[in-house]
T-cell receptor, first 112, second 112 residues
Framework: AQSVTQPDIHITVSEGASLELRCNYS??????LFWYVQSPGQGLQLLLK??????LVQGIKGFEAEFKRSQSSFNLRKPSVHWSDAAEYFCAVGDNDYKLSFGAGTTVTVRA | ETGVTQTPRHLVMGMTNKKSLKCEQHLGHNAMYWYKQSAKKPLELMFV???????ENNSVPSRFSPECPNSSHLFLHLHTLQPEDSALYLC???????????FGPGTRLTVT
């Protein structure tokens, strides 16, 4: 079974600074990879996904992620964060049976 | 209405009550899911329906009973719940089982 680790429980970043959220997965085959964002009191919104092809994936809201097979990682990045990026971020991996396994999440706080 | 909607958004129920959560998707998707989100824990997949047929029951206690009358609607019937069942219950849908999932805003359930 696949698993996902998000090593950082909480990250604080200044507005305008860059952001990188780490995600490591464990899965034997080529996974489907996703990043979701959840604002307080809301459901999860899909930021981006990787199925195959180019390992650098562009998403919504200026986010991108890079799939690195050798490191079993799918880190999320944004060059310049906005106060509205404060939220909880979830990495997820899907297997050939379509089940998604989610990480425990990383909470991002943006300071002015 | 667009996307995935869930009602009610908040629910408080006693351990002897019977209630139902409703999910509706307006995306023309064929697969629907129930997840449980507890504080500080990864999302837990509960049930999966594909073309109205249940394809996954992730060892969920029988006090949770799903129903999928058509591809657009999904219910979660609740009875004799326990306080530890208090959580955010999220519904999601996808075009196909292997596609990206779109989430509703969730129902915040409190069992007293």
């Amino acid at each position: 079974a696949q698993s996902v680790t998000q090593p950082d429980i909480h990250i604080t970043v200044s507005e305008g600074a860059s952001l990188e959220l780490r995600c490591n997965y464990s899965y034997g085959a080529t996974p489907y990879l996703f990043w979701y964002v959840q604002s307080p009191g809301q459901g999860l919104q899909l930021l981006l996904k990787y199925f195959s092809g180019d390992t650098l994936v562009q998403g919504i809201k200026g986010f991108e992620a890079e799939f690195k097979r050798s490191q079993s990682s799918f880190n999320l990045r944004k060059p310049s964060v906005h106060w509205s990026d404060a939220a909880e971020y979830f990495c997820a991996v899907g297997d050939n049976d379509y089940k998604l396994s989610f990480g425990a999440g990383t909470t991002v706080t943006v300071r002015a | 209405e667009t996307g995935v909607t869930q009602t009610p958004r908040h629910l408080v129920m006693g351990m002897t009550n019977k209630k139902s959560l409703k999910c509706e998707q307006h995306l023309g998707h064929n697969a629907m899911y129930w997840y449980k989100q507890s504080a500080k824990k990864p999302l837990e997949l509960m049930f999966v329906y594909n073309f109205k047929e249940q394809t996954e029951n992730n060892s969920v206690p029988s006090r949770f009973s799903p129903e999928c009358p058509n591809s657009s609607h999904l219910f979660l019937h609740l009875h004799t719940l326990q306080p530890e069942d208090s959580a955010l219950y999220l519904c999601a849908s996808s075009q196909a089982l292997e596609g990206e999932q779109y989430f509703g805003p969730g129902t915040r359930l409190t069992v007293t």
